[in-house]
């Protein structure tokens, strides 16, 4: 199991590493380096500072490892923007929104869940069209949109919730119903689907055969092993939010990495950017590693597979 | 089975025969009600937003500070969707606003979709270091947040209508080249392929005209789904101020510009962004009538099978009747 965890890291570690030089290469292919680091009105003498201080006149190569180096140690320079180093800023934000990430992603797997069973016992009942619904609508509805509605709704008209902001469970109320909204409709569907699949497997007829409880087969047998696209879907969710969630931060002031990272475009704040991309890569790179390990528990398949 | 079910058998497979792909393809689309009002709507939006500058063009053009931020109303002098804090007409102002984003979207997935399909198909059919190659930049794409990489490529480039189709073109195509690689790669095993190699066809000519027309069906329906996606980011970028620029309007511009009257004038927002949800659901909607539209062995079945219930209930109707 150790090595397989050793192996898999190993992997994952060479995604985060390809989307740094990809930044890298971005921000050095594209024009004058310097101009992303310094402020618009910089002068001319500046930038030339800037470019002997910063090394940005050395050869391309020179650059990247001096680049990786510094990223291995989290150090993406300072935020123009509030003068603290870049890094401290998105690990001070991550919180925040790893915490809309993961209510998100539960909230969503036990809605989803709920009724995508439902409609998988059912099938052409209520619940059935009900699925068919939520995964048009989550797709389709305009989660700003969405998000301005609630806030008028719940807050200008009715003052029951705060327009923006965090802090109290309030304020995480509407962020969190419109999060929710799209991954679920997706979710109802994988949830549909493969719980039909195991309804009609041939276990599922043993077990009513040797005289099992429905509920028992469903919750015993059924569920768990539905589980795997499913998961595979909610870490997708998770992974998502957990990097995504920039529109619906941005309409509620919710104070995460999403905001950060559209206050950092709207003032041209590049480290900021920068160190955005690295956490969000690791943070992309942990959740695939435990989704694996989840899949290794689940099914005792998977760990023989990798124990061979 | 007497003759005359016979001669109604025969009758009706001839007629089966003859019946062309345009006449299955309606049958199909009258059958499924919710894509054919899906198919009105969009091809009203098109011709609308086709004919707005000489239509409704002339409502946005000049300033009406006598009915600035009017509710909706119906009537002669009515506004329908309202006025903005100019006096605009709001019905105008979107169908304007439907140009740039329908266009967007239309350049945006035909781009993406030939880029994806001509690298799927390379991958796909070459395997190897090119397959690799390929597969690996998909994977890295894939397995980064799609939003975060346009945001960035943003910063760096700018935004504006170009830099938005270019960064959702290079963006967009990673779906495309992963089903199209697998289809090839399933397709270049079979025998057709293998028989049109034996007669001495290259490889230009069996990836041309042997695989390609094989994937369209399912690219046509991948890009009907694109569609959503791309409006759906488009309006998104826009609402954050990093897609389109004023003075070009888009529907998600025109949510945000709607956001900060909020409490005292809702349709501003909310009309743009029902424009986005009904022509995304629109888009949705139809994405399984084209799935069967566009497999020819799929069209002829499916239009058989609605043509044979439409006859059975006329024959109970008829039935019941006499």
């Known amino acids: 199991m150790t090595t397989y965890i050793f192996r898999r890291l190993f992997y994952s570690i060479f995604v985060v590493i390809a989307v740094t030089i990809l930044v890298f290469l971005l921000s050095r292919l594209t024009g004058d380096a310097a101009l992303l680091y310094l402020p618009e009105t910089a002068s001319n003498e500046m930038i030339e500072r800037y470019r002997e201080i910063h090394g940005l006149n050395d050869p391309i190569l020179i650059q990247l490892g001096r680049f990786l180096s510094n990223a291995i140690r989290l150090d993406f320079g300072k935020s123009m923007w509030q003068k603290v180093p870049a890094s401290d800023l998105v690990l001070q934000r991550l919180p925040l929104t790893l915490e809309l990430a993961f209510g998100t992603t539960f909230l969503s797997l036990f809605i989803a869940t709920i009724i995508g069973v439902l409609a998988a016992l059912h099938p052409l009942g209520i619940f059935d069209s009900l699925t068919t619904g939520i995964s048009l609508f989550g797709v389709t509805v305009p989660s700003f949109w969405l998000a301005l509605i609630l806030i008028y709704l719940f807050s200008v008209r009715l003052g029951w919730l705060?327009?923006?902001?965090?802090?109290?469970?309030?304020?995480?109320?509407?962020?969190?119903?419109?999060?929710v909204w799209g991954p679920t409709g997706y979710l109802v569907r994988v949830v549909r689907t493969s719980v039909l699949e195991q309804l009609s497997a041939a276990y599922l007829i043993t077990g009513r055969a040797k005289g099992l409880s429905e509920i028992y087969l469903l919750f015993r047998h059924a569920l768990p092993n539905a589980a795997f696209p499913i998961i595979t879907v909610?870490?997708?969710?998770?992974?998502?939010?957990?990097?995504?969630?920039?529109?619906?931060?941005?309409?509620?002031?919710?104070p995460g990495i999403g905001k950060l990272t559209i206050d950092a475009i709207s003032n041209r704040d590049f480290p900021v950017l920068q160190a955005t991309v690295f956490v969000v890569g690791i943070v992309v790179v942990l959740t695939n590693l435990v989704l694996d390990l989840l899949y290794a528990a689940i099914d005792p398949r998977v760990r023989l597979e990798t124990n061979a | 089975m007497d003759d005359l079910s016979l001669l109604e058998l025969k009758f009706s497979q001839f007629w089966h025969r003859r019946r062309s792909t345009i006449a299955d393809a309606l049958l199909l689309l009258w059958s499924d009600k919710l894509s054919f009002f899906s198919v009105i709507y969009l091809i009203a939006l098109v011709?609308?937003?086709?004919?707005?500058?000489?239509?409704?063009g002339s409502k946005i053009v000049k300033v009406d500070f006598e009915s600035f931020l009017q509710p909706p109303s119906i009537g002669v002098n009515g506004h329908i969707f309202g006025t903005d804090s100019l006096g605009k007409d709001m019905f105008a102002r979107i169908l304007i606003a439907s140009r740039v984003s329908l266009s967007i979207a239309a350049v945006v997935v035909a781009g993406s979709t030939l880029l994806g399909l001509l690298l799927g198909i390379i991958a796909g059919y070459y395997?190897?270091?090119?397959?690799?190659?390929?597969?690996?930049?998909?994977?890295?794409?894939?397995?980064?947040p799609s939003l975060l990489l346009v945001l960035v490529v943003i910063f760096i480039a700018g935004s504006g209508t170009d830099k938005v189709i270019l960064v959702l073109t290079l963006t967009g195509w990673t779906g495309y080249a992963r089903v199209a690689r697998a289809e090839t790669m399933r397709l270049r095993e079979l025998q057709f392929i293998e028989s049109a190699r034996c007669i001495g066809c290259k490889n230009r000519r069996?990836?041309?005209?042997?695989?390609?027309?094989?994937?369209?069906?399912?690219?046509?329906v991948l890009a009907s789904l694109g569609f959503v996606s791309v409006i759906m980011t488009e309006s998104g970028l826009s609402f954050l101020g990093m897609g389109i620029q004023p003075p070009d309007v888009s529907w998600g511009l025109l949510v945000a510009e709607g956001r900060g009257q909020l409490a005292n004038a809702w349709w501003l927002a909310f009309f743009p962004g029902a424009a986005i949800l009904t022509t995304a659901t629109a888009f949705s909607l139809i994405s399984n009538w084209i799935s069967v539209v566009v497999d020819p062995v799929q069209r002829s079945r499916m239009a058989n099978m609605v043509q044979r219930s439409n006859t059975a209930a006329t024959k109970n109707v008829n039935k019941e009747e006499s």
Request: glycine letters at 8%.
């Open chain 1, 162 to 179: 705060p327009t923006s902001g965090s802090g109290t469970w309030k304020h995480a109320i509407l962020p969190m119903i419109v999060l």
């Open chain 1, 234 to 254: 909610a870490s997708s969710t998770f992974i998502g939010i957990a990097n995504g969630a920039v529109i619906v931060e941005t309409v509620f002031g919710w």
């Open chain 2, 47 to 56: 011709i609308a937003s086709a004919a707005s500058p000489v239509w409704v």
């Open chain 2, 127 to 144: 395997r190897g270091f090119i397959d690799n190659l390929i597969m690996r930049i998909v994977d890295l794409m894939m397995a980064f």
């Open chain 2, 206 to 220: 069996i990836l041309l005209h042997h695989i390609t027309p094989n994937l369209i069906s399912i690219t046509a």
